[in-house]
C-alpha cells in the first residue's frame, strides 16, 4: 500500500477476525484524499515485523504485511461507501457552489 497526500492505495475494513492468529479481512482502495473510490480487491491480513526507519529528514515505522487475496467483500465495500457517503456529497456541493459562482 503506497499514497501520497492521500492519493494511492490504502487497506480499510477489519472484519471476520481470527481469534486464533488475529488475522482479519480489509479492502484494498484507490483513494484520493483519503477516500475510497475504487475497490481493488479484498485481502486477509497478517500483521509482520515492524521495524523502525531512521534518517537525517525523518524518522518513522515499517510494518510489513503477509496478505492473501480473495474474493471482494461486499459488505465492506458498501460500507466504505456509506461511510463515505457525506463527504462525497459535500465534494459534490463545493463544486457545484464554485461553478455557479465562477460563471
Do not use: C
Not at 483519503?34 to 486477509?44: E, F, N, T
Amino acid at each position: 500500500m503506497y499514497s501520497v497526500y492521500g492519493i494511492g492505495t490504502i487497506l480499510y475494513g477489519y472484519a471476520e477476525i481470527n481469534k486464533n492468529d488475529h488475522s482479519y479481512i480489509a479492502t484494498k482502495w484507490f483513494t484520493i484524499s483519503y477516500l475510497p473510490i475504487i475497490p481493488l480487491g479484498s485481502y486477509r491480513v497478517w500483521y509482520g515485523l515492524t521495524e523502525s526507519t531512521f534518517s537525517f529528514f525523518s524518522f518513522g515505522s515499517k510494518t510489513y504485511l503477509r496478505l492473501i487475496k480473495l474474493k471482494l467483500n461486499w459488505k465492506q465495500v458498501i460500507k466504505a461507501y456509506l461511510v463515505s457517503l457525506p463527504f462525497y456529497i459535500v465534494i459534490v456541493w463545493l463544486i457545484l457552489m464554485i461553478s455557479k459562482t465562477s460563471i
